[in-house]
């Protein structure tokens, strides 16, 4: 049983404009929520992260906002950028900030078009 | 430079055989973790050790084994009993309990 589930496989954007990634949950456990950003044949490089007792949290474009009634957060990258095409990922913690691991979702792959 | 260092970046192996990945840290990091990911899915944790000496199973601990005897090292031996080894191995470490984990580029294992 997924607990973190990205349900779009991919998206594309145009350069410029707002780039929205969505990802739902089931476990009510989770309290730490992260966005990694992955290109192929590399390891997973640390975006922006959230605490549960936060609703939004941002870094330069990247925003993460998360709903906990709904069990959803989306990550917002506005103006998208050619750099921004990879598969992100959505992971969460039941342990604080991640002391016994993180659980991931299967990922989106983003792609900006020109 | 400090970072995760994960050795080799290909590794082939005969079915039946053990195999040892390799992950080093120079990032003084207490916690470290493995990771494997298959296509099109998302990263499932093998084992984790929070500190020297210490580790304990996750998700997916069958057919793998692990050690921590140095702080800086936390190599994965896939041992003949993981039906499925074929995959790409991830590597990742953390400061502490609170903050986020960074991952080495990985170890893409292929059983011929």
């Known amino acids: 049983d997924q607990q973190v589930k990205q349900n779009s496989p991919s998206l594309s954007v145009q350069e410029g404009r707002i780039s929205i990634l969505n990802c739902d949950y089931t476990n009510s456990m989770f309290d730490y929520f992260l966005w990694y950003k992955k290109y192929p044949a590399e390891g997973p490089t640390f975006l922006i992260s959230?605490?549960?007792?936060?609703d939004k949290n941002e870094d330069g474009r990247f925003t993460v906002f998360l709903n906990k009634s709904a069990k959803h957060l989306s990550l917002h990258i506005v103006p998208s950028q050619p750099g921004d095409s990879a598969v992100y990922f959505c992971?969460?913690?039941?342990?604080?900030?991640?002391?016994?691991?993180?659980?991931f979702g299967k990922g989106t792959h983003l792609i900006i078009q020109p | 430079d400090g970072g995760i260092t994960q050795s080799p970046k290909y590794l082939f192996r005969k079915e039946g055989q053990n195999v040892t990945l390799s992950c080093e840290q120079n990032?003084?990091?207490?916690?470290m973790y493995w990771y494997r990911q298959d296509p099109g899915q998302g990263l499932r944790l093998i084992y984790y050790?929070?500190?020297?000496?210490?580790?304990q199973k996750g998700d997916i601990a069958e057919g793998y084994s692990v050690s921590r005897e140095k702080k800086e090292s936390f190599p994965l031996t896939v041992t003949s009993a993981q039906k499925n080894p074929t995959a790409f191995y991830l590597c990742?470490?953390?400061?502490?309990?609170?903050?986020?984990?960074?991952f080495g580029d990985g170890t893409r294992l292929s059983i011929l």
């Open positions: 990742a470490s953390s400061p502490d309990s609170n903050q986020p984990q960074h």
């Open positions: 990032l003084n990091h207490d916690a």
């Open positions: 050790s929070q500190i020297v000496n210490d580790f």
């Open positions: 959230i605490s549960s007792i936060k």
């Open positions: 992971a969460a913690s039941d342990s604080g900030g991640g002391a016994d691991g993180l659980t």
